[in-house]
Nanobody, 125 residues
Framework: QVQLVESGGRLVQAGGSLRLSCAAS????????MGWFRRAPGKEREFVAA?????????LYADSVKGRFTISRDNAKNTTYLYMNSLKPEDTAVYYC?????????????????WGQGTQVTVSS
């Protein structure tokens, strides 16, 4: 079992920055990959970013966030981060972190086994 708790979401102006955190507990954190997804109002959940078990091996990003968002992890703190820069109103969504018990990053949401409850990010224009 893996428990995930997101934090850091809030209201921010366009062009601003945020750091989301996802604290994990349960299984050994360094044994699985992590991902971030988001669901905007009226839309399907979509992939944002993913990172492999070690972080150094591979990361993946959605085209819409590439160059603006950075995913990282601190295995000593059992935490995954999503650094969000140059935020746009279209980034407004509930952001979810998820754990994939495989070791490699993937954008396929069906590969994720555990999900957090989400944190709201609202970007005002």
């Amino acid at each position: 079992q893996v428990q995930l708790v997101e934090s850091g979401g809030r209201l921010v102006q366009a062009g601003g920055s945020l750091r989301l955190s996802c604290a994990a507990s349960g299984r050994t954190f360094s044994s699985y990959a992590m991902g971030w997804f988001r669901r905007a109002p009226g839309k399907e959940r979509e992939f944002v970013a993913a990172i492999s078990w070690s972080g150094r091996a591979n990361t993946l990003y959605a085209d819409s966030v590439k160059g603006r968002f950075t995913i990282s992890r601190d295995n000593a703190k059992n935490t995954t981060y999503l650094y969000m820069n140059s935020l746009k109103p279209e980034d407004t969504a509930v952001y979810y972190c998820a754990a994939n018990l495989g070791v490699w990053a993937t954008a396929d949401n069906e590969k994720y086994d555990y999900w957090g409850q989400g944190t709201q990010v609202t970007v005002s224009s």
